[in-house]
């Protein structure tokens, strides 16, 4: 499985939240503590977004995150209020390269995918069948984390945010029991994030927010129950079951 992890609040480097913290991001592509989906490192390629004046910017390799010798530099000299960041673990059988890692962006989006969803791509089909020819076509890479992030999009037309990314997971659970979704969504503003059979923490100060599927060594993290819903911005946070959920 892959690490991720999303911040909002005030503007801070992101060295500060990627390489610096004990057993950060970084580490954790490497030496990650919760490999339950299968793997042992994330090296598999990584990803950065962060929003500049309401602006998005990425920048991804398709290499291993300690590889890239420009990242302390880079990482240390920008700064943002809102940030996503990933390490990956391919999942066998789905292509490598950059334009499969995450995070992933459409308009003003940034999303990732810790998980994997079984019976791929099978298990989906009815599900992408729903999506305009076009929103398939606009696939980054024919990866499970893209497609669900293209349903999410694909709802963002009529429900909320919080309701797009719920239903999604909903309706890939019931198509391929056992998916594994923690999925992070951002604007720059908000953060929904998801724990479905995979882990989420969550970490607050008065202005900020920081989610992660696994934490750094900081002791002020708090774990998100599982098959829960998190709704964020850098001063409000709400945690929900889904089970139930309309």
Same mark, same amino acid.
């Given at each position: 499985m892959c690490r991720h992890l999303a911040y909002l609040g005030p503007p801070v480097t992101l060295s500060s939240l990627l390489l610096e913290p004990e057993h950060s991001l970084y580490e954790q592509s490497w030496a990650p503590a919760d490999m339950r989906g299968g793997g042992s490192v994330n090296?598999?390629?990584?990803?950065?977004?962060?929003?500049?004046?309401?602006?998005?910017?990425?920048?991804r390799r398709n290499v291993p995150i300690w590889t890239d010798q420009n990242l302390p530099d880079?990482? +240390?000299?920008?700064?943002?209020?809102?940030?996503? *960041? !990933? =390490?990956?673990? +391919?999942?066998?059988?789905?292509?490598?390269?950059? *334009? !499969? =890692?995450?995070?992933f962006a459409r308009d003003n989006w940034l999303f990732s995918h810790n998980g994997r969803v079984p019976g791929w791509p099978d298990a989906t089909l009815k599900l992408a069948e729903q999506l305009p020819v076009a929103d398939l076509l606009r696939l980054e890479a024919p990866v499970d984390s893209a497609l669900l992030f293209a349903l999410i999009t694909d709802r963002l037309r009529a429900q909320s945010p919080a309701d797009a990314v719920?239903?999604?997971?909903?309706?890939?659970?019931?198509?391929?029991?056992?998916s594994r979704l923690n999925l992070l969504l951002t604007d720059g503003e908000q953060l929904i994030a998801t724990a479905w059979t995979h882990a989420l923490h969550v970490r607050r100060t008065e202005n900020s927010v920081t989610v992660a599927s696994e934490p750094s060594g900081a002791d002020d993290w708090t774990a998100v129950p599982d098959r829960s819903l998190l709704v964020a911005t850098a001063t409000t946070l709400q945690i929900a079951p889904m089970e139930g959920r309309d």
């Open positions: 090296a598999d390629g990584f990803g950065l977004g962060w929003y500049v004046d309401g602006r998005l910017v990425r920048y880079l990482a +240390g000299s920008i700064r943002s209020g809102a940030v996503l *960041a !990933a =390490v990956r673990n +391919g999942t066998v059988g789905m292509p490598y390269g950059e *334009a !499969a =890692v995450a995070p719920a239903s999604v997971v909903r309706d890939v659970e019931a198509a391929a029991p056992g």
